[in-house]
């Protein structure tokens, strides 16, 4: 006589791991969908719409990579100049957003 076993463990695995992918996808989309709003603190200040993307860089990527930058200079330089070149990365990117709201 054969016996025939079915094994739900590799089903329910399969679906675990979709489940998380799923939460990962929601969860990045989110966050995605928040860096694109508008931020209503710096749009009033500015008087121009600014997402919560370009005011992080604004407010707290570009000078972090500033002052790291002039805190390594002494001890590090080649730190520095990783820093300096971020910061300038972060102008740059800042400058193509502005380019392309312009047009």
């Not at 054969?2 to 791991?17: G, L, S, V, Y």
């Not at 966050?31 to 860089?57: C, P, Q, T």
Request: glycine share 8%; charged share 20%; with cysteine.
């Amino acid at each position: 006589m054969q016996q025939t076993t079915i094994n739900f463990d590799a089903a329910r695995r399969t679906e675990q791991q979709s489940d998380a992918l799923a939460l990962v996808r929601s969860g990045v989309q989110r966050v995605n969908s928040w860096l694109d709003s508008r931020s209503d603190f710096y749009s009033r200040m500015l008087g121009e719409s600014i997402s919560w993307r370009k005011a992080l860089r604004i407010g707290v990527a570009l000078p972090a990579c500033v002052v790291a930058a002039a805190v390594c200079v002494s001890t590090s330089p080649m730190s520095s100049l990783v820093m300096g070149g971020v910061a300038g990365w972060i102008v740059y990117r800042l400058n193509q957003d502005g380019k392309g709201a312009q047009r």
